[in-house]
């Protein structure tokens, strides 16, 4: 009998291991990953298929007891199921792998989950925030901030990070104009590809690389108003040339996943819209990654008043092509029993999953699902000294001179009295800025700490005024002080024995970014009366500016000497500031967005249109302008100064009529006319003088970095295709027309030399 039982047990292991080697086949790395995936789904019950489309924030500790109850306790079980394809916000190495480890060891198919996180500006080690980096201009260093970013999260056990934000956005009320690349759509679509290859590098199953995610699609930096979550309501001709061409970069650049947008466009929520998703982006523009929704942005369906309730939303959501529910547990609840009564077809299921898993073969995860997983590599390479000095040069390149009257920049190294004064100035948080979740508070070099490196001179450091008390992100209330004076007697006094004021004021860290939306663009709080009051003791002011957005400040621009935009810049924000004030670094930041006069002008933006009455040429007040404030911007888009100047000069082509698909090449001669070193952003602006669908006044459509030495001069060639002369029509076809361009190579937005051509 035993020799009978032993026999029937033997040939239960040889099915059972069978059954195992059945169901791993798509584990052989030697197949093609298209095929492994179809090995794999014909394994996975509909269950596990929409397990994939289901993502759970972490909100317990892993390496802890297992929760018995709640959503914790549900979350670990549908894990264990085989019903989780992502995670967000679970990192730190032996976090990772102990969730990790249920889903690849304990669940019937072994599918390893995705971490992602918001890895923004940097992970632990900040770089600046996004807008400042686009103020650069450096597309090799904004995509070698992306590196150090990936290098770090990937070592914390992070594979995914919800970046770059390449919404374009003109209305510097929207908090989010932080995360972005500011309000052109050819410098943030040369930006979105410079961060895409940063994270993703060259191969996405290095240990180093993480999965990009271009975000929000589509839309969302034209909310109505500036109003966070707001509507979007857009013609077709904006939507195509201004909107949509950085996340065309990004599919280019190969972006493997996208995030959809909060917003409605024209009606319809963007997580809910198979115009953009299905027709746009997987449709036209041949995508093969996955689109996330944003946080709960399934659910916000029925809150718009599009969905129902949840199985309306989960319908809608599926069919207009969003894969994965980030946090909505709408799919997991919903999606079974959809499929099961024919109203979702399982083939929107499967496209879906197939998607996910082809981006998880990508990384590697099937091969070996701990690679992120090494705690000596953790500990070695978050916060090293290399990524702090990549940090370092990427926030100096990021500093826009504003204004440098009297040369009072940059400042002597010895025998000065210099007064720095601001809460700012002594501030190691705000600098970190908004999203920065990984990054521990308070560690921020500050900008005295900074110029305390330098000790030849007399320093004595007041605050002033606070500016606001909020130190956390998720807090909706940021509360300003506009009532405590009690410090302006002090700081009035430090400035009057000074022989320079520095002056550190602006926005707190948290003041912009998601949920940050302001209708007053001055500075906060009780800033500009102290400003106001020192200048009347010392008008020698250095003014520096912490700020996530465009700041409205006219009376600044007309009165303070110099002005330095030095944003919200990271890590060794103290470090970068001093070593620019200083001169050991010589500013060459351009501005990504324009500067409003006030708050009334916005939008506001250099690539407006000229409308039928553009100038005052019947001189009466017919025309297009305001009564109260001129029209222009405070700073235009593309601008910023040097501690040296510069001449241009012989803008030339070698004809002035081209015919259609011929290239065009222009030159420019750039020279050094001043006494430092420097580096200067050669702008290059097109005008379609006359089209079928109106264009902008001017475009950007080519830009040069180039360092110059003193007395140096280059000659700057461009080279225009259709690619930059061509624009969409409404139905979202690329159309080339004969006819006029004008054409300005200069250094700002504003102001440069002027030629045309014609194309036949």
């Given at each position: 009998m035993k020799k009978h039982i032993d026999k029937y047990m033997f040939l239960l292991l040889i099915v059972f291991a069978n059954g195992i080697a059945q169901t791993k086949k798509h584990l052989d790395s030697t197949k093609p990953i298209e095929d492994r995936i179809s090995l794999l789904m014909k394994e996975m019950t509909l269950e596990e298929k929409v397990g994939q489309m289901n993502q759970y924030n972490g909100s317990w500790d892993f390496t802890g007891p297992k929760p018995e109850s709640g959503s914790e306790g549900e979350k670990y079980d549908h894990i264990k199921k085989g019903w989780v394809g992502s995670m967000l916000s679970v990192r730190g190495v032996k976090e990772v792998r102990a969730v990790q480890k249920i889903a690849v060891e304990e669940t019937r198919l072994g599918i390893p989950l995705i971490f992602g996180f918001d890895v923004i500006h940097g992970y632990k080690t900040l770089s600046p925030i996004p807008l400042a980096e686009a103020a650069s201009w450096d597309l090799e260093a904004i995509k070698n901030s992306a590196r150090v970013a990936a290098d770090e999260a990937s070592a914390s056990g992070l594979n995914w990070t919800f970046a770059p934000n390449v919404d374009i956005s003109n209305d510097a009320r929207w908090g989010r104009v932080m995360e972005g690349a500011g309000e052109d759509p050819y410098l943030g679509s040369k930006i979105a590809k410079a961060r895409i290859s940063g994270f993703q590098g060259e191969d996405l199953s290095a240990a180093t690389s993480i999965v990009a995610c271009a975000k929000h699609f589509a839309a969302y930096g034209f909310v109505e108003a500036g109003k966070e979550y707001n509507i979007v309501d857009m013609s077709n001709s904006k939507l195509y040339n201004s909107v949509l061409p950085p996340f065309k970069a990004s599919v280019d650049a190969g972006a493997r996943t996208f995030m959809n947008s909060f917003n409605t466009l024209n009606g319809i929520p963007a997580t809910g819209n198979s115009f953009l998703q299905r027709d746009i982006l997987k449709g036209a523009w041949g995508f093969k990654g996955f689109v996330v929704s944003d946080w709960a942005s399934i659910a916000e369906m029925i809150t718009h008043g599009y969905a129902s309730d949840g199985a309306d939303a989960a319908t809608?959501?599926?069919?207009?092509?969003?894969?994965?529910?980030?946090?909505?547990?709408?799919?997991?609840?919903?999606?079974?029993?959809?499929?099961?009564?024919?109203?979702?077809?399982?083939?929107?299921?499967?496209?879906?999953?197939?998607?996910?898993?082809?981006?998880?073969?990508?990384?590697?995860?099937?091969?070996?699902?701990?690679?992120?997983?090494?705690?000596?590599?953790?500990?070695?390479?978050?916060?090293?000294?290399?990524?702090?000095?990549?940090?370092?040069?990427?926030?100096?390149?990021?500093?826009?001179?504003?204004?440098?009257?009297?040369?009072?920049?940059?400042?002597?190294?010895?025998?000065?009295?210099?007064?720095?004064?601001?809460a700012l100035a002594n501030d190691k948080n705000s600098p970190l800025g908004s999203w920065r979740i990984a990054a521990d508070d308070d560690t921020a070099i500050s900008v005295l700490e900074g110029m305390k490196q330098y000790k030849n001179n007399s320093l004595v450091y007041e605050k002033g005024t606070d500016v606001a008390t909020n130190k956390q992100m998720f807090v909706d209330e940021v509360k300003v002080n506009t009532t405590d004076y009690s410090g302006f007697e002090a700081a009035k006094k430090a400035a009057k024995e000074a022989d320079v004021v520095v002056m550190v004021l602006g926005e707190i860290g948290f003041q912009s970014g998601e949920g940050r939306s302001r209708t007053e663009l001055g500075l906060p709080g009780n800033q500009q009366q102290l400003l106001e009051e020192v200048y009347k003791v010392n008008p020698n002011i250095v003014l520096v500016l912490n700020n996530g957005r465009p700041l409205a400040l006219p009376w600044a621009a007309e009165n303070i000497p110099a002005i330095v935009e030095a944003w919200q810049l990271g890590t060794q924000s103290g470090n970068a500031i001093a070593q620019v004030l200083y001169?050991?670094?010589?500013?060459?930041?351009?501005?990504?967005?324009?500067?409003?006069?006030?708050?009334?002008?916005?939008?506001?933006?250099?690539?407006?249109?000229?409308?039928?009455?553009?100038?005052?040429?019947?001189?009466?007040?017919?025309?297009?302008?305001?009564?109260?404030?001129?029209?222009?911007?405070?700073?235009?888009?593309?601008?910023?100064?040097?501690?040296?100047?510069?001449?241009?000069?012989?803008?030339?082509?070698?004809?002035?009529?081209?015919?259609?698909?011929?290239?065009?090449?222009?030159?420019?001669?750039?020279?050094?006319?001043?006494?430092?070193?420097?580096?200067?952003?050669?702008?290059?602006?097109?005008?379609?003088?006359?089209?079928?669908?109106?264009?902008?006044?001017?475009?950007?459509?080519?830009?040069?970095?180039?360092?110059?030495?003193?007395?140096?001069?280059?000659?700057?060639?461009?080279?225009?295709?259709?690619?930059?002369?061509?624009?969409?029509?409404?139905?979202?076809?690329?159309?080339?027309?004969?006819?006029?361009?004008?054409?300005?190579?200069?250094?700002?937005?504003?102001?440069?030399?002027?030629?045309?051509?014609?194309?036949?």
């Open positions: 809608k959501a599926a069919i207009a092509g969003s894969d994965m529910d980030m946090e909505s547990h709408i799919y997991v609840a919903e999606l079974v029993g959809l499929v099961k009564k024919g109203l979702v077809k399982e083939s929107v299921v499967n496209d879906a999953v197939r998607r996910i898993l082809r981006v998880k073969f990508e990384l590697g995860l099937f091969d070996n699902p701990y690679k992120n997983c090494d705690e000596a590599r953790e500990k070695s390479t978050v916060g090293n000294k290399a990524n702090n000095e990549d940090v370092l040069d990427m926030a100096k390149k990021s500093i826009v001179l504003l204004k440098n009257e009297k040369n009072l920049l940059p400042l002597k190294k010895s025998g000065n009295k210099i007064a720095l004064i601001g001169g050991d670094y010589n500013p060459s930041g351009k501005l990504p967005m324009s500067f409003p006069r006030n708050v009334g002008q916005c939008p506001i933006y250099y690539n407006s249109y000229n409308t039928g009455r553009p100038n005052n040429k019947d001189k009466n007040v017919f025309w297009s302008h305001y009564t109260d404030v001129e029209k222009t911007p405070l700073y235009p888009f593309g601008f910023g100064l040097s501690y040296t100047s510069f001449a241009y000069k012989n803008l030339k082509m070698a004809k002035t009529t081209f015919k259609k698909g011929e290239v065009i090449e222009l030159s420019v001669e750039v020279t050094n006319t001043g006494n430092y070193d420097g580096k200067e952003v050669v702008q290059l602006y097109l005008n379609d003088v006359a089209a079928s669908i109106v264009r902008p006044v001017k475009e950007l459509k080519g830009f040069e970095l180039v360092a110059l030495k003193k007395g140096e001069t280059k000659t700057i060639q461009f080279t225009l295709t259709d690619k930059e002369l061509g624009f969409y029509d409404n139905e979202g076809r690329f159309l080339v027309e004969p006819g006029v361009f004008n054409v300005m190579v200069g250094w700002n937005s504003n102001d440069g030399l002027t030629s045309k051509f014609e194309l036949k």
